[in-house]
């Protein structure tokens, strides 16, 4: 038995499997018999690569979770099943639902890594803060998503200056330009449920180098994900493609009867403007 078994979101992102990774050493450094889990059977390609590229295998933290009741604490999210009892959530996505977890953080911060260390580096290691640092690139596009605060590149680049960093390094993994040979990627590449009261929606995003380039791609996808939405009973799809030439966004929305498109002129945050916002109007709030 462990005291507490640690949950990223399923389909983990490097912000998640980051802050997984940090919360274990900082819980097991007080004395705690802590231990991070990533279920899934598979990790997407591009988070293994650029955790490795920093040293971080996240393939070391695959298991399947225990069938016996445990307490758990999640980490770049705020909603799961489990067998036993989530008691804690630290988290930077909005909502309007509320919890009544016995302990709940959920603040407005670039990434959830940056929401553990910035502010407590004296309890992490120099290599734990640079994860912190690559897990907030990558969550901001390189601080181009609407999600960045001006404080956390402060932050950034304080530590980069203080520990000598590889600033460069650390902002081209936040740019990372999503492997599309395959179209079962749109619906794969960062694919999250969500469960907005009695309403299950979906959503997936890729970066593309240039999205009118790709709208072929594209339209080959949209099978797929309609597949999935009447597989899964969903009442929309949601996928978002970052256009890394222009740093804009375009919005695809699927319903089980049609396809709605929205360009935004920034990158947009899944977590951060675009489910907020159907949260708001699902729940009439």
């Known amino acids: 038995m462990y005291d507490y078994i640690i949950l990223g979101h399923q389909n983990p992102d490097v912000d998640s499997v980051v802050s997984g990774v ?30 490795m590229s920093f040293g971080l295998n996240p393939k070391k933290y695959q298991r399947k979770l225990p069938k016996e009741k445990n307490k758990y604490i999640l980490v770049d999210h705020h ?15 909005p909502t309007i639902q509320t919890y009544s977890y016995p302990f709940y953080l959920n603040e407005n911060v670039s990434s959830t890594a940056c929401l553990l260390v910035k502010g407590n580096e004296d309890y992490y290691t120099k290599d734990e803060i640079q994860l912190a640092i690559l897990a907030t690139m990558v969550d901001t596009v390189s601080f181009h ?22 600033f460069s390094k650390l902002y081209q993994a936040g740019l990372a330009i999503t492997d599309i040979s395959s179209p079962e990627v749109f619906l794969t590449h960062g694919l999250k449920n969500y469960n907005i009261g009695d309403h299950h929606i979906a959503s997936s995003y890729v970066s593309l180098a240039n999205i009118e ?12 994900i309609e597949n999935y939405i009447k597989e899964n009973n969903l009442e929309r ?32 945050s899944r977590g951060r403007e675009v489910i907020p916002r159907i949260e708001k109007v699902l729940l009439k709030r």
């Open 145 to 166: 998503s609407m999600k960045t605060r001006d404080e956390d590149i402060t932050w950034t680049n304080e530590m980069c200056k203080k520990y000598n960093f590889d």
């Open 79 to 93: 909603e799961r099943d489990v067998i036993g009892e989530v008691v804690g959530v630290i988290d930077h996505h």
């Open 22 to 51: 940090l919360l274990e050493n900082y819980l097991t450094r007080q004395g705690k018999k802590a231990c991070f889990m990533i279920p899934d059977l598979k990790i997407d390609e591009e988070t293994i690569s650029i955790c």
């Open 237 to 268: 799809f949601i996928m978002i493609v970052h256009d890394m030439s222009k740093f804009c966004s375009t919005i695809f929305t699927y319903y089980p009867d049609r396809v709605s498109v929205e360009k935004v002129g920034h990158i947009v």
């Open 213 to 224: 380039e790709k709208e072929s791609d594209i339209m080959l996808a949209s099978s797929y």
